[in-house]
């Protein structure tokens, strides 16, 4: 049950705390004063999607909390949160809307997504618009809504499962299908590319040696004036020793020496190891010399391979690897389609197994379905009378269909409105206010089949009046004793109805303007009810009729 809701800065509410009861909890006040601001607030804390647009002006940002009570520890979304209603089994939902559109959401006091609060949301409390009524002129939504009541989840999963079975089959042999021109052409170009590419004899890693190689072979003149110089600094020539000769005569001349000191044993142990690292240079650089063979031919032979690289690359893949990857799938492909006779027996084999199992599946969903909908019919039959509809006649309209992913039945709502008249689908006959009270009905047997705890109707009266306004407002009052209701309404006879009234008031302060939300007493509710049916001129006679439809709503109370 919501216990309390806190609202700072959304729209022309600056800070708002409405402590809602038990029951039947009811909202009025003038058009425009900020009812559905109320309920957009509601919407916020509850994750459904909002705008920075909400944030009242001049304000950085907005904040909602919403107070539940009796929530249960194993709600459904709520673990993978790592949040849990305290020990009272108290739950406390927060949102901040920035005005950059960042959002924080908490679910007592800890961090959670704008997914994951719209989740545990949705099982708190359910908020039903006064453009309900027009889902049901959408027949696609028709069948959702029978799913709903007959929880027809498991059987629809099983279905869908080999629906998806049957469906992936087909597109296996339309892939595979093709008239022998098609086929003809596409083998042809498969072998092309095949024989380019295995006629190339491609290695991997193969393109980065050649790069190395080339850029030697292109630089041939200075790769051998470079070891040249550096082998004559080094090793000399028949005239002029070079540096190992230098180091080594050093290197004698030291040894003489050695023995008389520590420093000097340290100075020729240094020189004879830097002779040694010379000598091992020199040999290095010499076997260098002596490896590069410069070839105009090879350096073309180089080249060409580059260029051939280049032109596949162009056409196959951005590395050689890539080209080879490439390679398999057109092989793969070319043999798919070599064998594609024999792989279409066996795939069309499967496919009669699975369009039977399909079949057999979608069978069972109509069955459970159709089950479902007589005793839906009967609900809402019952329902329609509740709400002063006798002489309507409600059906649910079943139609064979080829299989879809929601089934092997086009699903419609039908209905008679008046004695003697044929049954005709919803959108062709339904006025509005018969729209606005077949959606309670429906609104009100889902209802029953759902655990959550607090059901908002918002203007959901919309073309209801007279008589058949007070049978909503009592329908409203039965179901509040079995879940707590919160509406938003216009009409005196629901307001009365209420437990608790709410008036939402707008006025002007320091040129600004402000909403509060007062809880009324019955003084204030008789003047609201009277406000209510006879606009800004309070009679009276209007508060006399006020304070009797407030006895007549208690009386009706106490007798459900």
Known sequence: MLELLHIENIAVIEEADIQFHPGFNALTGET???????????????????????????????????????????????????????????????????????????????PITVAQLRRIGAELLNIHGQHDGQQLLDEEQHGSYLDRFGKTEKTLSAYQKEYSAMTELKAQIKALKMDEAEKARRMDSLRFQIGELERA???????????????????????????????????????????VSRLREAEE?????????????ELFKRLEELRCEAYDLAEIIRDKRAEFDFSPAELDAVESRSDQLYRLKKKYGATVEDMLSYLDKCRAELDA????????????????????????????????????AKVLEGRIQSELRDLDMNKVRFAIEFQEKEPSPDGCDTIRFLMSANLGEDLRPIAR????????????????????????????FDEVDTGVSGRAAQKVAEKLAQVSRRKQVLCVTHLPQLAAMADTHFSVEKGERGGRTYTEVILLNREQRKAELARITGGSKVTEALLKSAGELLDEAETYRKSI
Request: aromatic share 2%; glycine share 12%.
């Open 32 to 110: 425009g004063a900020g009812k559905s601001i109320v309920i957009d607030a509601m919407g916020a804390v509850l994750g459904e999607r909002t705008s920075r647009e909400l944030i009242r002006t001049g304000a950085e940002k907005a904040f909602v909390s919403a107070e539940f009570s009796h929530v249960p520890a194993e709600l459904p979304g709520l673990a993978e949160t790592g949040a849990a209603p305290d020990e009272d089994g108290n739950l406390l939902l927060q949102r901040e809307i920035g005005g950059d559109g960042k959002n924080a959401c908490r679910a007592n006091g800890r």
């Open 201 to 243: 004899e491609l290695i991997p890693g193969e393109e980065e040696e050649l790069t190395a190689r080339r850029n030697i072979l292109r630089n041939g003149e200075k790769y051998i004036g470079a070891l040249s110089g550096a082998d004559y600094c080094l090793s000399g020539d028949d005239e002029c020793g070079g540096a």
């Open 253 to 265: 001349a030291m040894s003489a020496v050695r023995n008389l000191g520590d420093d000097l044993a």
């Open 337 to 372: 389609i070599e064998t594609a006779d024999d792989t279409l027996i066996l795939l069309e084999q499967k496919l009669k197994k699975a369009e039977k199992a399909t079949l057999s599946a979608g069978a069972e969903l109509s069955r459970v379905r159709r089950e479902a």
């Open 429 to 456: 006959i339904a006025s509005g206010g018969e729209l606005a009270r077949i959606m309670l009905a429906l609104k009100n047997v889902l209802a029953e089949q759902e655990s959550i705890g607090t059901l908002v």
